[in-house]
């Protein structure tokens, strides 16, 4: 999977949730916290002003691949962890948070949050897209 990340931008008032659907691992930790926001049957499935915007920014935080980031409209924006952390899962999947830039197919980039494949078999490396035995 080569070419420019696909990014969906849900826009409210006074937050911007932007959404990566190829690095979405299910976590479904926006849809447990905020189902008034998050809700796979509704389209659009963001509906970021059903929420107050630091309480959205808080749950699009927790999602650990980073599939879900947001800008707010006042310029603030989210402070990477420090120190950085890294995590192994079970599978083998590596779970980071911090002040990260990591090489891409389509570049540098900087990130906050990533969950990284383990094993080699991802073709969105070095995210994990859950087509190896670490994304399973």
Known sequence: MSGKPQQKAYEAPDITVTFEARRCLHATECVNSLPEVFDASRCPWIQPDAAPADRL?????????????????????????????ITRTPAGQL??????????????????????????????????????????
């Open 95 to 136: 779970i980071v948070r911090g002040d990260l830039s990591l090489d891409t197919q389509e570049g540098t980039q900087a990130e906050s949050r990533a969950v990284l494949c383990g094993c080699g078999s991802s073709q969105l490396t070095p995210y994990c897209d859950h087509s190896g035995p670490c994304g399973q």
């Open 57 to 85: 920014a808080e749950v699009v935080r927790r999602c650990p691949s980073g599939a879900l980031q947001y800008s707010l409209a006042d310029g603030r924006e989210e402070t990477p962890d420090r120190p950085t952390r």
